[in-house]
């Protein structure tokens, strides 16, 4: 039941992320941000309420909608909102609120755990009502994106007034001409689920599904699901425990905004190459400390409990510092605007779907598995870190609607995606 109690928002999120895309591609962004917000408070308030097995469900159902639709809309928004050279910084601001979001959450657990009567978890859950409101009032003050501008109303001189006024130069004409062309394309798009099938955009289809997948893959949602439960298999108790898993919220929130500051200069391979490196040493020290250490049902003494402590606080660096924020940044950059609403949606499913999957067979995998679970997922992040060397250009400071060229000159990928001469003169015929 705890299971199937997590699991359920992934769940119904991965099914409204599909929705998420066709209002988003119809209305805006600011719509799909809206009716996120609204089922995120619903849900929480239902939480809160419930006075059975089947209203915590019901309210986790309705988070779960808004997580959908929340995560397909918001990265698309900020991308398209952020100028190319501070859009990566732009994107982990996402991540570095949810990281603070994650603290807060840990923290009404910690306390709301010590109020005596048992009722402390409708605290923890009606709570979540507070940010829902700020988002769903919020939306409704949000200037839309020039790209949906363009692409819903046609309205060129209010999509250049937005540039105008979120650049903070007057000459945007370059930009403004580039949207337009993009608009045209995308309107040429009428089954843009269907047109992402095809073999000019084979590199987004394969991004949108592998790197969500590699961030699950990644075990941080071993250490977020369930830190506390893993932090009394090695010997704490359970208020230590929570105690434990806010230290480490706060770890991640650190090196989450390190990586806000350094990643459009440092680019987006190099800190997945520094993250996966380190995640990979960090997991392996810990499986083989909790393999010669704690055995099948013992607990690790003191000093080694510290140590495994001190070797996850490293792991989430490595992790918040890269695939954490990185995961968000790069699907929500690479996407033409033709396919990019079909795209999020399809990576933002992929990463519930293994979510969903993960948190379903957690504590199956640590009882069958013991120490062996942190092998497991270290082999996943050395695959992780060679797809990356191997597969993904460098997208730093390239402008969202010209990113069409980092796949034209990558040694892989140009096989599929047509030449320059191809592309300008199908844009020129869209037009």
Known sequence: MLTLFTSSLYIAGLIASFFASSVTRAFGRKLSIFIGGTALFAGAALGGASYNIYMLLLGRVLLGVGLGFTNQSVPLYLAEMAMSKYRGAFNIGFQIFLSIGFLMATLVNYFAVKIKGGWGWRISL????????????????????????????????????????????????????????????????????????????????????????????????????????????IGLGESASLLSAT?????????????????????????????????????????????????????????????????????VVAFCLSWGPLGWVVPSEIFPLEIRSAAQSINVATSLFFTFVIAQGFLAMLCHMKSGIFFFFGGWVALMTGFIYIFLPETKNIPIEKMEKIWREHTFWKKFVPSTQDYEKSKTEVA
């Open 126 to 233: 009606a709570v979540a009502a507070a940010p829902a409101a700020i988002l769903t009032i919020g939306a409704f003050f949000l200037p839309e994106t020039p790209n949906s501008l363009i692409q819903h109303g046609n309205d060129h001189e209010k999509a250049k007034k937005m540039l105008q006024r979120i650049r903070g130069v007057d000459d945007v004409q370059v930009e403004l001409d580039d949207l337009i062309q993009a608009s045209y394309a995308s309107k040429s798009v009428t089954h843009p689920f269907k047109n992402l099938l095809q073999r000019k955009y084979r590199p987004q289809l394969v991004m949108s599904i592998a790197i969500p997948f590699f961030l699950q893959a990644t075990g941080i949602n071993v250490i977020g699901f369930y830190a506390p439960v893993l932090f009394r298999t």
């Open 247 to 315: 230290l480490i919220s706060l770890v991640g929130l650190g090196s989450t905004i390190v990586s806000f500051l350094v990643v459009d200069r440092l680019g987006r391979r190099a800190l997945f190459h520094l993250g996966g490196i380190q995640m990979f040493v960090t997991q392996m020290l810990i499986g083989g400390i909790m393999a010669a250490k704690l055995g099948d049902h013992g607990e690790l003494s003191k000093g080694y409990g510290v140590l495994i402590f001190v070797l996850i606080c490293v792991y």
